[in-house]
Structures are given as structure tokens and as C-alpha cells.
């Protein structure tokens, strides 16, 4: 059966025939993001949302999305999304960063043009019929230094486009290393030299608890006097009261702004000031952005949704639809770790560690990780995945680390998963043959080379003769058919361990009889998915 999506508000029917054209059933629907309550009424027949800004995928919304697996946001912000919300219930959120940078970067440099030369102001007062020149004195955009809050995707364009105008650039961010800012041609600085230094401010910075308010009115009060200021990234980043006494006192000359701390923004303490120009939430407002971001997320959505291929992801790593194919094993075989090791625990875990050797160490681990902790929660929490698990891992405060090398053993590469709990530490490692199916080769510490059935009985024992007749003859006693056995020991005499593979699940019974032979210390059921 074909994967359903709604597309509840304005995309082209372009991006509409992108969904039809690979395989996916799409029900158009623009007007219906403004209709919450249909809307709540009939997500629960879709696998995914594709919205732009008018849909609210809130919490209440996400919550009645009882098959929903994905939603796209056409753009790059998404505040209309309860991300939180859709990471518990692991839908996948997308947007598309990049299908606008262009846009939005350009938009920040026309408002710098506007601002440093007064156009919109002087081009009112010329239609109104008047000729005041020499009011509209302007400034200079060449050889100015220009402050960029923000170096990432839209920033790095328009720090490009303002070296190209001649302008000497300073970049604020803690993510951009000193060779990529040598790369790029800017001087990486401090957030208080950038506020010192700069004539121009543009912000291009994600709304986050940290940034929230980074200009605020201790930080206006340490810019250059005569600094103007630009904002085309997101409202609440700056002061807007803050700002609006400066521009009154003087000591910022002017402002630019795009976005604003309520929108649609009927009112703001910037409104009316001289030489402040606003626009209302612009900056993606181009029809190349426009149908670039609403292509995008159609192909997005539909190589989830076909090929597991995953991209531009808030919640979840990125898996490129080259890589799903040959990644696919590896994740079924992180979920059979994780699933045994959660099958095994009993006591709360303290701390994950994930050992990736050989080939495994150079494919996508984060999204390996990510099935991993899926399968590991799952014995508890029957309807997590890849999304959800992380966050509810973070919130149970375990350590979770991750070690990678090259190969060290007879296998091309494996996986290794290591749960300290209070009580003790267990192990589990596998790989995956040219078959494409997972296979256990250690467990605490013994090597093996084990199948994994979707129904097995892992018995540990001390080693000593006999075992293998009184499991055959304990379980085929109580009608349990033995379809295969995998064994294992550290050294004659010590520890055992058995992998019994069974045609169905096994009554407790029929576990307390084997573990009452005193050489077996732990007689347990395992279920896995191996679909």
C-alpha cells in the first residue's frame, strides 16, 4: 500500500506531482491548515504532513497523527512545529535550510542598502512631491566593517556578498573554526569585538534559549555609536524596546528589520522612527525560494517515505538515499543489539557504551546509535524509534559514548555494545555477512557465531557435561521444539552460555524447570523483529 501524505497548505503543483511521480498518494488540500479542528480530524490517515507556515503542528495535533511518520516544512523555520512532541512520538521533522539561503541573504543586504541610504524614506517624501536632498544624507557601504551574527548557511552567503561589495567582515559564531573563517575571508572574533567594532550588524541565527535576546540592551549599549542593525532571521533576537531607545538617543543610526518578536507584527517600538525600515517576514519571499523550498520538500518526504532515506532532518541524523540501502542491515543489526541488551537488563542503566570497528566505524553512526538506543528502550517502551530513543535516553540522564577504530579482528567491521547498570555490566556484539542478515559473535565476552530467530532462549550455565541433553529433553518435555542451538564458553569448566532458537514464545514453567538445575544461572526469552 501505497504511503499517504496531506499537503495542507500552499505548494506548487509541481512539488504536488513530485509526491505522485515516486509512489506517493497525495491529497491536496492548501486551505485545510487554517481549519484545526479538520484538520485534527483527519491526520490520522496520513504517514505525512507537508506544510509551509500557516499549518500548527502542535502538540494537541501530533497527538491525533496516530500513523503520521513524517512532516516537511516547506522553509527553514519551524516554530509551528512541536518538535518535542514529534520526537516522543518518533515523527521524523524536516525542513529545507537551504532552498531559501539565497533569498533571505539577499533580502539582508537590500535592507542594508536601504538603511545606509534612506531609500524608503526618500522615495516617500519624493511621491509626495517634495525635494528635500539634503535630508536624506546616506553613508557609505564600501569599506565599512560589517559584524555577521552567524556564519552558517545564510550568513556564509551574505558575508560572501559583503566582501564583494567591499566590506570588511567580522564573523560571531562558536561553531566556525579559525580555518573555515580563513577560508571564507573573514576575522573570526568574540561577540564583544564584533559589538565594538562593527558600522553594520546582521543577525542570521537560529532562535534557541541562548541566543534568544543576543542583542539586548547591555549588548546594544556596547556597539559603535552610528552602528545600524539588521535582523532577517528570526524576531526576539533583539531588544526591540532596547533598540528603539537607541535609535532615539542617537547611538544606533538606523535599523533594518525583516522579523519581530510578534507576527504578524500590527505594532512594534520600532515603528515609526526615523530611518528604520520594516518588512513583513520577507525574507524567503521570492518565487525561486518559493518553489525551490516546496520541491524540496516533496523529494524529501517522498525518499523517506520510499527509500528510508533521510534528509535535512530537526530530530533525527541524516541518512542519503545512496547510503540507505548499504546502511539498512547495519540498522537492523544495532536494533538486535540493543533489543538483547534490553531484553537482558533488569536494573536502570547507568551508562552505553557503542564500540564500532572496521567498516563499521566509517558508515553513519548516528543514526547506527540511534536504532541501538530503539532497540534497547523497547523492551520497556513498545513504540519508540530512532527519533524518540535518544531523547528518552537523555532524559533518563544515561551516558551514552561512542568509540570508533579500525579493524582489529577477523571481521570486516561489528558492533559492540557494552550496559553498565548498578548491579553489573553486560556485553553484546554482532555483524552483519554478505547474506545481509545480523549475527551475534560475542556475548559476555564468548565468542559465537549465531543467527538471530525472531524467538530464541538464551540460557547461561556453568560448564559441565550433561547440559545439552537436559535442555533438549527439559524443553521437548514441555513440546517446545529446538529449530537450532548455538553454544559458547570462556574455558572448560567456566562460564556458558546457549543461544536456542524455538518455534514460538516459551512459558515461564517451562524457564523455571531449566533454571532449576543448579548449573544454569539464567534461563531467559528473546523476542526480536528480524523483518
Not at 512541536?82 to 535592507?111: Q, W
Not at 510578534?262 to 522612527?273: I, M, R
Request: net charge negative; aromatic share 4%; glycine share 10%.
Amino acid at each position: 500500500m501505497a504511503p499517504r501524505v496531506l499537503v495542507s497548505d500552499e505548494l506548487s503543483e509541481t512539488a504536488v506531482q513530485i509526491f505522485r511521480d515516486r509512489g506517493v498518494e497525495v491529497d491536496f488540500q492548501p486551505k485545510l491548515g487554517k481549519d484545526k479542528e479538520k484538520l485534527a480530524e483527519i491526520i490520522g490517515n496520513y504517514d505525512g504532513l507537508a506544510i509551509r507556515s500557516a499549518t500548527k503542528a502542535t502538540e494537541k495535533l501530533i497527538a491525533a497523527a496516530t500513523n503520521l511518520k513524517v512532516i516537511g516544512r516547506a522553509g527553514i523555520g519551524v516554530d509551528n512545529v512541536d518538535i518535542p512532541a514529534a520526537s516522543k512520538r518518533g515523527i521524523i521533522v524536516m525542513n529545507t535550510p537551504f532552498g531559501n539561503s539565497i533569498t533571505t541573504a539577499e533580502h539582508a543586504i537590500a535592507l542594508m542598502f536601504a538603511v545606509a541610504r534612506q531609500l524608503p524614506q526618500a522615495d516617500a517624501s519624493t511621491q509626495a512631491g517634495k525635494w528635500e536632498k539634503s535630508k536624506f544624507m546616506g553613508v557609505e557601504i564600501t569599506g565599512k566593517t560589517l559584524g555577521v551574527i552567524g556564519a552558517g548557511n545564510i550568513g556564509g552567503i551574505v558575508c560572501k556578498k559583503a566582501i564583494g561589495l567591499g566590506m570588511h567582515v567580522l564573523a560571531y559564531d562558536p561553531f566556525l573554526s579559525t580555518e573555515r573563517a580563513q577560508e571564507m575571508g573573514v576575522t573570526k572574533v568574540e561577540l564583544d569585538e564584533l559589538l565594538e567594532k562593527a558600522d553594520f550588524i546582521t543577525l542570521h541565527v537560529p532562535m534557541t534559549d541562548k541566543t534568544r535576546g543576543i542583542l539586548s540592551r547591555d549588548a546594544l549599549a556596547k556597539t559603535k555609536k552610528g552602528v545600524r542593525i539588521i535582523n532577517c532571521a528570526r524576531g526576539g533576537l533583539v531588544d526591540e524596546a532596547a533598540l528603539a531607545d537607541a535609535i532615539k538617543s542617537g547611538h544606533v543610526a538606523g535599523a533594518g528589520f525583516d522579523v519581530f518578536e510578534v507576527e504578524p507584527a500590527t505594532e512594534s517600538p520600532l515603528f515609526g522612527l526615523p530611518n528604520v525600515v520594516c518588512t513583513p517576514h520577507l525574507g524567503a519571499s521570492t518565487t525561486e525560494a518559493q518553489e525551490n523550498v516546496a520541491l524540496q520538500v516533496a523529494e524529501q518526504m517522498s525518499d523517506y517515505l520510499m527509500k528510508g532515506a533521510v534528509s535535512n532532518a530537526i530530530n533525527m541524523p541524516s541518512i542519503t538515499a545512496e547510503e540507505a540501502p548499504i546502511l539498512k542491515p547495519f540498522i537492523r543489526l544495532a536494533d538486535v543489539l540493543g533489543s538483547f541488551a534490553g531484553q537482558m537488563t533488569e536494573n536502570p542503566i547507568k551508562e552505553i557504551e557503542i564500540l564500532y570497528d572496521g567498516v563499521t566505524s566509517g558508515m553513519n553512526t548516528k543514526a547506527l546509535t540511534s536504532a541501538l538506543l530503539a532497540g534497547l528502550i523497547r523492551p520497556q517502551v513498545a513504540d519508540v524509534n530512532m527519533v524518540s530513543a535518544p531523547i528518552m535516553i537523555k532524559e533518563k540522564g544515561i551516558i551514552v559514548s561512542e568509540v570508533k577504530r579500525d579493524k582489529t579482528g577477523v571481521y570486516d567491521g561489528y558492533i559492540k555494545l557494552t550496559v553498565t547498570t548498578e548491579k553489573q555490566t553486560r556485553s553484546v556484539a554482532g555483524t552483519v555477512f554478505s547474506d545481509g542478515k545480523p549475527r551475534f559473535i560475542q556475548i559476555k565476552g564468548i565468542n559465537m557465531d549465531a543467527d538471530v530467530g525472531p524467538n530464541m532462549i538464551y540460557i547461561s550455565n556453568t560448564d559441565v557435561p550433561g547440559m545439552i541433553g537436559f535442555m533438549g529433553t527439559t524443553l521437548g518435555n514441555a513440546k517446545v521444539n529446538i529449530a537450532n542451538f548455538q553454544l559458547g564458553r570462556d574455558k572448560e569448566g567456566g562460564d556458558a552460555i546457549a543461544l536456542l532458537y524455538v518455534d514460538g514464545p516459551v512459558e515461564q514453567a517451562v524457564l523455571d524447570q531449566l533454571t532449576a538445575n543448579p548449573a544454569v544461572k539464567q534461563a531467559k526469552p528473546l523476542v526480536f523483529n528480524v523483518d
